[in-house]
């Protein structure tokens, strides 16, 4: 007579289907947590390197008015079309935009930069530049002879830089005003790319 053990079989597929589910269900979880993670990271922003936190730095470059407050654009920049000069007799591309404003009023700086140069332009008068970024120069011109900047002076949006004067030889029949001009990589461009000047 044969002695055979009996033992309960073993269901060894199930098994193995058991640990591959949960290994899949470990390896979803991560996936999925990982994902919201980076989702919660792009929604909230990330600080640009040297700021505190929370804190974004902006890099983009607006300029502010040169005169806080001014009667009107005596004459508008026109880089081809012509324009009459009273006090010249003749018409002319006017490259700049002349703010009218009282002899006095305070002239400001339209953006953070240093100023580089201080002078009198033989036919503009008293004139201030200053350096911006990104090859950004603005040029401030027909001021009062006392100005309140010196060459090498760093300055910051709306600071004074001067008063507006009547200094310029060929503007001189026309009434006190500031002229501003503006200058992309060592080319003069139209202020109005740059500035928003409100009608008045």
């Given at each position: 007579m044969n002695n055979y053990v009996t033992t309960k079989p073993t269901n060894l597929g199930a098994?193995?289907?058991?640990?591959?589910?949960?290994?899949?269900?470990?390896?979803?979880?991560?996936?999925?947590?990982?994902?919201?993670?980076i989702v919660a990271v792009v929604a909230l922003g990330t600080p640009k390197r040297g700021s505190p936190p929370g804190q974004e730095v902006s890099?983009?470059?607006?300029?502010?008015l040169p005169v806080?407050?001014?009667?009107?654009?005596?004459?508008?920049?026109?880089?081809?079309?012509?324009?009459?000069?009273?006090t010249m007799k003749r018409w002319e591309s006017h490259k700049?935009?002349?703010?009218?404003?009282?002899?006095?009023?305070?002239?400001?700086?339209?953006?953070?930069?240093?100023?580089?140069?201080?002078?009198?332009?033989k036919l503009y008068g008293r004139q201030v530049t200053i350096e911006h970024r990104n090859g950004l120069k603005t040029v401030y011109s027909n001021l009062d002879a006392n100005v309140s900047v010196t060459e090498g002076q760093r300055v910051e949006k709306g600071t004074q830089i001067g008063k507006v004067g009547q200094t310029s030889s060929i503007e001189f029949v026309d009434k006190p005003h500031v002229r501003v001009e503006v200058y992309k990589d060592g080319k003069r461009v139209d202020p109005n790319d740059y500035i928003d000047f409100p009608v008045k």
């Open positions: 098994t193995s289907n058991k640990r591959r589910t949960a290994i899949a269900s470990g390896i979803m979880l991560t996936v999925i947590l990982g994902i919201s993670i890099t983009a470059i607006v300029f502010g806080a407050q001014y009667s009107g654009i005596l004459k508008n920049a026109s880089l081809t079309e012509l324009q009459y000069n009273e700049a935009v002349a703010l009218e404003a009282p002899i006095g009023t305070p002239v400001l700086a339209t953006f953070a930069g240093t100023v580089t140069n201080v002078s009198t332009h």
